[in-house]
């Protein structure tokens, strides 16, 4: 069956560490997978997207890696600061005969303390 | 623009009433999604469509009926509600189903008593 697991449903560092959030899938072949912030009691926020073919894509503080033979990618947050406490989500891309929906994982909940 | 709007934020209702669950955007978006979302297990798709007249079944689409009239909105119907619909649902949309960022709106919680 298809799944898709993000490492641990919570997760605590230090402020000024870095965050590493991994996603794992089985059976899926992804042409992307994107990165999503969630705050309590809101909806979704795109945060990054990396294509198949690309192994690493970088925003200010953040960077997300992607490895198809793996089936996995790590979602980084370097200097990590309270403010990045949230949930964080990956979504992949499901595609049928007439175009792609999105498929999450759980979502790891971030908190940075202080 | 205001983005995607949802309507109302929290709801609870006794087993086997009906409800509809409001969603709108103001960026000409083609394609919109309904999820719901319960711990430990992600998003999952309900319904989607990818223009007004046109919509199709996600993962999860029992109980639930949508309706897709305009580019603009794209209510969810609860036709008899059970407590397994307790659940906090989100509406989404993008430009159009190839494109790969989804716009969130805030969500609504429901409680089904």
């Known amino acids: 069956s298809q799944k898709i697991e993000q490492n641990s449903e919570a997760l605590n560092i230090q402020e000024g560490k870095t965050a590493t959030l991994t996603c794992n899938y089985t059976?899926?072949?992804?042409?992307?997978l994107q990165w999503y912030r969630q705050d309590p009691g809101r909806g979704p926020v795109f945060l990054l997207l990396?294509?198949?073919?690309?192994k690493e894509k970088r925003k200010e503080r953040l960077k997300v890696t992607f490895d198809t033979t793996l089936k996995q990618s790590l979602f980084h947050i370097t200097a990590s600061q309270p403010a990045d406490s949230a949930t964080y989500l990956c979504?992949?891309?499901?595609?049928?005969?007439?175009?792609?929906?999105?498929?999450f994982g759980p979502g790891t909940r971030l908190s940075v303390l202080p | 623009n205001a983005g995607v709007t949802q309507t109302p934020k929290f709801q609870v209702l006794k087993t086997g009433q009906s409800m509809t669950l409001q969603c709108a955007q103001d960026m000409n978006h083609e394609y919109m999604s309904w999820y719901r979302q319960d711990p430990g297990m992600g998003l999952r798709l309900i319904h989607y469509?990818?223009?007004?007249?046109?919509?199709d079944q996600g993962e999860v689409p029992n109980g639930y009926n949508v309706s897709r009239s305009t580019t603009e909105d794209f209510p969810l119907r609860l036709l008899s509600a059970a407590p397994s619909q307790t659940s906090v649902y989100f509406c989404a949309s993008s430009f159009d189903r190839g494109q790969e960022t989804q716009y969130f709106g805030p969500g609504t919680r429901l409680l089904v008593l």
């Open positions: 059976n899926y072949s992804p042409a992307y």
């Open positions: 990396i294509r198949e073919n690309e």
């Open positions: 979504a992949l891309d499901e595609r049928d005969n007439y175009g792609q929906n999105f498929v």
């Open positions: 469509s990818v223009g007004a007249g046109i919509t």
